[in-house]
């Protein structure tokens, strides 16, 4: 291989992906997340030679990305919240929507911050929300249930890696859980079958469709959890949901329904889209 520099080779790699309908900027994020490089580093190197080890690296990762393959499963982590979560094709990736739902749960709750509150995540996946919270709120008492058991093996390791103490459940949704609710938290699986032809190739290739797909129109699992709450949730208890971008008003029926003596509040995410809800 000819002499090369950082700038020449992702130049060709991003052009690459680009002139055949891909995100010629996923090679740069891999790239600068392999190196553990900021942009700055990124700057500074630019004109300095790619040894070839990392060429070589590079060169599969574009196959991958050409693939549709997701660049969060090719370097095996994602960040939330701040922290890295490790992800593999068990486990949904996380968004930054999500990041909103937690902070959203985190604002509304800030009196209740040093409480033994007992707070439960259902469909943890990762464990991204589960563990966010128990970090950022230690005092809390926080349950994580998910149907699939290589999902919770995977949030183990993360609440390993970043200590935190979270108790994870194996089963479908509620069921589990015996002790009373004070915090419902949930990204469920609410995408219809449906939208399968809408959704982007990597999402439908790669992700796992148990997390994603919800029968009903993508509300079976709302239903499941209104249902279940309505004999676990406390007096004072609150519950925190993640939706789609049209589900909202079929979502705030259901918990409505459920819980006609609370109030049911959505909300829009940075983007515009109604895509969270509290019932308090």
Known sequence: MAKQTYQEVLWWASSFLEERGKEGHAILYVFLARKK???????????DEIPQNEYEQLQKDVLHLLNDYPPQYLLGYEEFYGRPFKVNSAT????????????????????????????????TGTGAIAITLKLERPHWQISAVDVSKEALEIAQINSQMLGADVKYYLGNTLEPI???????????PYVSKKEWGLMDASVRQYEPSIALFAED????????????????????????LEFGFMQGEAVEQIFQKSFPQKRVQRRKDLSGNERMLVVY
Not at 93 to 118: D, G, S, Y
Not at 178 to 188: G, Q, S, T
């Open 37 to 47: 490089w900021t942009k700055t580093d990124w700057l500074l190197h630019l004109k």
């Open 178 to 188: 015996k002790e009373p609710v004070d915090i419902l938290i949930a990204n469920p």
């Open 92 to 123: 949904l990736i996380p968004r930054p929507e999500t990041e909103e739902l937690v902070e959203w749960c985190l604002q509304t709750t800030a009196k209740q911050k040093n409480e033994k509150i007992q707070l439960v995540d259902v469909g």
């Open 217 to 240: 129109d993508g509300l079976a699992i709302y239903k499941d959890i209104a249902r279940q709450a309505q004999g676990k949730l406390t007096k004072e208890g609150k519950i925190f």
